[in-house]
């Protein structure tokens, strides 16, 4: 009974991972933990899949997997509450909730919450519409609109760098995206799983662009008056590990993997296209280099080399040496224009310069499984001592310790079966290298026993004389991430290797602790049935654990309990198994559960009658009586299940009803599918063409064939992968029919490209309306031309008539004013006879009366002068004294304004380059219809104000009457062609209208209209052109 005791304890601490590691908690740790069970941290939506809120309710995502690993390890329940950003920030601070998920470190927030060790780094990535070209690189963010949310601060301050560029701002992500796609805005910050968002929304419109210097390190923060609960997430982080973080960063941001765009100069673009770049390497340097027996280039190097290949979208033409002496004679020559090699390498930095190391790997001491840990390398520095000759840390090695006499080796296999064989003492080689050689050869008693203090630096040599090619190399190697670098590293890491150093003691304390705390635990569970920790971890299990012994239930976690329906230990205990089991699938477990075997699907049976689908997984113990059953409820995964199948049926039903046909290219095996309204576009039935690639090769038109094999092979090579084309297909009939193809390029985690899909969209109807209506719209412009120029013509005829009706209304002035001096040369006349006829003439009196005739015919002559000047069509600039013009006006209405008040205001002459009969006809105008609007008012005292300015470059002229003004209505549309507020009978719209095109096209000045104080004020400007001219 002991042993199965044992056994069973032993099964469910390894199985479910629910024991309390030790972790190096301090009491006080442990004491809170107990004390504060529940830790409620907020997060948003917004941020998944850092966290992702299901139909159901349920919370998942990289966080919350984060704080299960932690919660585990320690024994805390780190919760999350979801909600809008903005609300659980403020929440936290007022310690309604304990602190903040998926967070950033801010001065604002370090006031009142403590902050972990960071658990992931982000990439600040610009996002556009995937259909965006115009943004490549941040400088073209000039001029652009960038939308962010106003609860984002690291967008806000990364918006700032960008003065040129238009900010728009929104509350929340979801509107930010929502700008992108429908064109509001061209560009927006955030990290690359908004693409995973804009997915999950049915929205997949997004592209990452160009990546922002900063990164942003996430970390979990709660408030501070729990000081230890951050001291327990670090403890925790800590012991979970890079390689735990990166797998579960693996398994959410895997869809986002090498987004990165390369910020390379013209120059730089411009070497790539025009050069073949040669590489070489050492050809038997595994894990970091090697050509396998099929040439083909692997190993740590060989996967950045990749990733370099793939972000610059080139191909190094890999050289094979047939040993690594071999390569450094290429370097002596300059046969290749790169490297790989150690930083420290003196033969290569001759002809070669070195790019940023990015891989370090420390110097390992490897001696014999009995010999003890190595402190210092002088303390054996009698002993054989050897290492490979030829790699560039030998020479650190021999200068770091001068007194000690080494023995170079060929390779580091043959140094390590020289430890092995006793020919060496100690072999000093590169922890990498070490670690998967004595893996890959199966070397036994062997270990690594200490380390010095030398790094051997991986990095790539570029011929010195190509500057441009090292630039390249330099910031395509810094764009791979340490999160990339980390999971190369992973990949290649031999994890077998026996490493016993002065840790081994620690380990095996630690392993006689945890056997002693089972023996503990054991006699606990004997001395009390009902042992609370045994059900606690029952209950940590994610499924039901049913204990039974001869088929006869014993025990149940609280789980099986839940899953079944029952809410008590004694419902299920003593019952036999298959009483959980529908009356189906007894038969199968009848099979099964004698035997210990791998899971399968069975219906079981609830308390209330009603079946549901199980994962069960058994196993037997050695008494061949007692099981340990685990059962999962599969109730919502076939749920999902059935609705992922009812969204394929949908969205095939979508694409059946619809105009576009679909179509997919595998790109392994070269296999096309097209569906059935593919071929109805081509007047096909499904079963009449065959699924292959030349059915639409071979009825593309022969003109449209190039380019759209062209921009295939563009979008298979091309990052985003978009292809788009507009061709030709040929009917069953035999016409053509225009096709608007769109398709999205697959590829995998090496970024190959494994299929294309797209959709085929009929363009015939429209293509064919757009040739109509480019043949209406030259025939249009034909129209529309004639009538412009008749629209001019009758213009010009309304203007001219204008003008002469101007004239006739002047005319009209001149007689009125000449009525008054022709009577008083007439009276002059009567009086000079009545002088004559006298026998003694009054020379006197006589030239009193010649001198009247001469002041009126003079005054008859000015009038008639300045309508000789007015109507004259002189378009000829001419300098003037805008009072001049000003007056000729005043007198050609002196009988009009007789009764009106006129108050000119001038302080100096002001004189305008221009033309001064237009400058007139604009001033009669304004004058003209400041007395009618006099005359149709009847204002009882009407007043004119004249202003006469200038600054050094422009004159100034306002006309301000006391006539009422204009209403608010009609001030907007006073210059409008043909608007009036007069009667029919007393104008046509026209003056103002001329005014205005007189000032402001002809004269390039302004003129304005406004009401001010009693009445409307017309302000004219015009610059003063060349005075001097």
Avoid at 85 to 97: F, G, L, M, V
Avoid at 281 to 306: K, Q, R, T
Avoid at 318 to 343: E, H, P, Y
Avoid at 927 to 948: H, K, M, Q, W, Y
Wanted: hydrophobic share 40%.
């Amino acid at each position: 009974m002991l042993k199965n005791i044992f056994i069973i304890l032993f099964l469910l601490f390894t199985l479910n991972h629910a024991q309390e590691l030790d972790i190096g908690l301090t009491q006080e740790e442990k004491d809170f933990i107990k004390d504060h069970p529940t830790i409620v941290l907020g997060s948003s939506s917004e941020f998944s899949p850092y966290v992702i809120v299901e139909n159901d309710g349920e919370i998942v995502g990289f966080d919350v997997d984060v704080l299960t690993e932690i919660n585990h390890l320690t024994g805390m329940n780190f919760s999350l509450k979801i909600g809008n950003w903005k609300q659980i920030q403020n929440e936290a601070k007022s310690d309604t909730i304990d602190g903040l998920s998926t967070g950033i470190v801010t001065k604002e927030r370090s006031k009142y919450l403590n902050f972990s060790d960071v658990y992931t780094s982000v990439q600040i990535m610009v996002i556009t519409h995937i259909d965006n070209t115009s943004i490549k690189t941040l400088q073209d963010l000039d001029g652009k609109k960038i939308a962010i949310s106003k609860h984002i601060l690291s967008h806000k301050k990364a918006a700032r760098a960008f003065k040129n560029a238009t900010i728009l701002v929104y509350d929340s992500v979801a509107e930010v995206m929502n700008s992108i796609i429908t064109g509001k805005a061209d560009a927006m910050f955030g990290r690359s799983s908004l693409l995973y968002t804009s997915k999950m929304l049915g929205s997949p419109y997004l592209k990452l662009t160009v990546p922002l210097d900063a990164k942003l390190d996430l970390v979990f923060a709660v408030n501070k008056k729990f000081p230890l609960a951050v001291s327990i997430i670090d403890k925790a982080l800590k012991h979970i590990g890079t390689n735990k973080l990166l797998s579960l960063q693996e398994k959410w941001f895997l869809i986002h993997k090498d987004t990165v765009v390369i910020d390379l100069m013209q120059a730089e673009k411009e070497y790539l296209q025009k050069n073949n770049i040669t590489y070489a390497g050492d050809p038997n340097w595994l894990p970091f280099e090697a050509f396998d027996n099929s040439g083909n280039y692997i190993g740590i190097i060989a996967d950045h080399i990749v990733i370099i290949e793939n972000r610059l979208n080139i191909k190094f033409e890999k050289v094979i040496t047939k040993n690594w002496l071999d390569t450094l004679k290429f370097s002596r020559t300059k046969k290749v224009d790169i490297i790989s090699g150690d930083a420290a390498d003196a033969v290569l930095n001759q002809n070669y310069k070195p790019i940023d190391t990015y891989i370090k790997s420390p110097l390992v001491l490897v001696t014999a499984q009995y010999h003890e840990y190595i402190l210092d390398l002088n303390q054996i520095k009698d002993k054989k001592i050897a290492f490979v000759s030829g790699y560039g840390y030998s020479a650190d090695i021999v200068k770091k310790y001068p007194d000690i006499k080494f023995i170079e080796c060929d390779t580091i296999q043959l140094g390590l079966l020289g430890v092995k064989t006793g020919k060496y003492d100690t072999f000093i080689g590169s922890l990498a290298m070490v670690e998967y050689t004595i893996v890959s050869m199966g070397i036994e008693d062997i270990k690594i026993a200490g380390q010095i203090d030398i790094l051997m630096k991986v990095t790539l040599f570029v011929d010195k004389n190509k500057p441009l090619l090292h630039s390249i190399l330099n910031k395509a190697m810094k764009t791979i991430s340490e999160n990339m670098q980390h999971e190369i590293l992973s990949k290649w890491r031999k994890n077998k290797v026996s490493s016993v150093s002065d840790t081994t003691l620690i380990w095996q304390l630690s392993t006689l602790f945890l056997v002693l705390f089972l023996i503990g635990l054991i006699f606990v569970y004997i001395l009390k049935k009902n042992n609370r920790r045994l059900n606690e971890l029952l209950d940590s299990t994610i499924g039901g654990v049913m204990i039974s012994k001869k088929g006869i239930c014993q025990t149940a976690n609280q789980t099986a309990l839940n899953i079944f329906g029952y809410s008590k230990m004694d419902e299920i205990k003593g019952r036999h198994m298959l009483d959980f089991v529908s009356n189906e699938s007894q038969n199968i477990l009848k099979n099964k559960i004698k035997l210990s075997t791998v899971p399968y699907e069975a219906f079981m049976k609830r308390k209330d009658g009603s079946l549901f689908p199980a994962l069960i997984k058994g196993i037997n113990l050695s008494d061949g009586e007692t099981r340990i059953s685990t059962i999962i409820d599969l109730t919502k995964l076939k749920q999902t299940e059935e609705e992922n199948l009812y969204l394929a049926e949908r969205i095939k039903l979508a694409f059946d009803g619809s105009r576009d046909g679909l179509w997919d290219w595998n790109l392994i095996d070269n296999s096309v599918y097209f569906s059935s309204r593919w071929k109805e576009m081509l007047g096909y039935q499904d079963n009449e063409l065959e699924n292959n690639l030349d059915t639409w090769q071979s009825r593309v038109h022969p003109d449209d064939l190039e380019n759209a094999l062209k921009d295939i092979e563009l979008s298979l090579t091309d990052k985003n992968g978009m292809f788009e084309n507009k061709h030709r297909l040929q009917h069953k009939d035999g016409h053509w029919v225009w096709i608007y193809d769109r398709g999205k390029v697959q590829r995998d985690k090496e970024g190959k490209a494994i299929r294309m899909i797209g959709t085929h969209t009929d363009l015939t109807t429209e293509i064919n309306l757009t040739n109509e209506l480019s043949e209406l719209n030259v025939n249009l412009e034909t129209r529309i031309k004639e009538q412009v120029e008749e629209l001019d013509r009758q213009h010009q005829l309304v203007v001219r008539k204008t003008k002469l009706a101007s004239m006739g209304e002047m005319l009209n002035n001149i007689a009125h004013q000449w009525r008054q001096p022709l009577n008083c040369i007439n009276s002059n006349v009567a009086v000079i006879s009545s002088i004559m006829a006298r026998d003694t003439i009054d020379k006197k009196k006589l030239l009193s009366q010649i001198d009247k005739i001469e002041n009126n015919t003079q005054y008859m002559s000015n009038t008639i002068e300045n309508f000789s000047n007015f109507s004259r069509p002189n378009k000829q600039k001419i300098k003037f004294l805008i009072q001049d013009v000003l007056k000729s006006a005043l007198e050609l209405l002196e009988l009009r304004s007789k009764n009106i008040d006129i108050q000119i205001m001038q302080n100096i002459e002001v004189k305008l380059y221009s033309f001064s009969e237009e400058y007139q006809q604009v001033l009669m105008i304004i004058l003209n219809n400041a007395i009618d609007n006099f005359d149709s008012r009847g204002t009882e005292d009407p007043r004119i104000g004249i202003v006469i300015a200038e600054d050094k470059h422009t004159t100034y002229l306002s006309i301000c009457d006391n006539g009422g003004g204009i209403d608010k209505e009609n001030i907007d549309h006073i210059f409008d062609p043909y608007f009036t507020t007069k009667f029919a009978t007393e104008g046509v719209g026209l003056g103002l209208y001329m005014a205005k095109m007189l000032i402001e096209e002809s004269m390039q000045g302004q003129l304005e209209a406004k009401n001010k104080n009693e009445g409307v004020c017309f302000e004219i400007s015009i610059p003063k052109g060349v005075l001097n001219a």
